[in-house]
């Protein structure tokens, strides 16, 4: 009887220590989850604001820059086209994100043309909303990339869990799979030729 008793005991504590176990690594790889999805909502957030700050700016420019309509069509049309490339934390894959990135790489690059011309209107550039809109850009600018590196942290903290053994066998089974990084865009690593 007593044999009985241990026995059972053993059982009933070996289950308890692979239930806790089992419950821990499954919690913390949900938990890791949901960072790494807070955490691409707020790189969207950031994002959605320099979209909403655009329309803005395109307005205050054409009226000091009428002629420089193929400029501002090319600002409108890469922001209609970063807007449209839709990326949740549902779907956040390679091609995902790369598509995502081009579109706003593609918006940046419109903005920067924008800030070329703009260098050829003084008047435009003492303007005050011109100026206010332009600090706000760049400090949005500024939370893009520093919202980007955040993700980039919490997006390494949940593949390294999910990576390393034993969740690396759990993960499998509970359908937790590796999350893509924010990656620079090619040529970024190359400083830029200056010739005067």
Do not use: C, H
Not at 45 to 58: E, G, H, M, S, T
């Amino acid at each position: 009887m007593k044999k009985t008793l241990i026995i059972v005991g053993i059982i009933v504590l070996v289950v308890v220590i692979f239930y806790s176990f089992f419950k821990n690594t499954y919690n913390t790889m949900v938990q890791n989850g949901e960072q790494v999805d807070a955490q691409w909502a707020q790189v969207e957030n950031v994002y959605q604001r320099r979209a909403d700050l655009i329309p803005n700016l395109v307005n205050t420019v054409k009226g000091f820059a009428a002629q420089e309509k193929d400029v501002l069509t090319g600002v409108v049309e890469a922001r209609a086209k970063a807007t449209s490339v839709n990326l949740n934390a549902d779907n956040l894959t390679e091609a995902n994100m790369q598509a995502f990135q081009q579109a706003q790489d593609g918006l940046s690059g419109a903005l920067s043309r924008l800030m070329v011309v703009v260098e050829r209107y003084p008047e435009l550039k003492s303007n005050q909303n011109f100026l206010e809109l332009q600090a706000q850009l760049e400090g949005t600018e500024n939370r893009i990339s520093v919202e980007r590196m955040k993700f980039n942290e919490t997006t390494r903290t949940y593949n390294t869990y999910i990576k390393s053994f034993p969740q690396n066998m759990l993960a499998g089974m509970f359908g937790f799979s590796q999350k893509p990084y924010f990656e620079a865009v090619q040529g970024a690593d190359k400083a830029p030729e200056v010739n005067f």
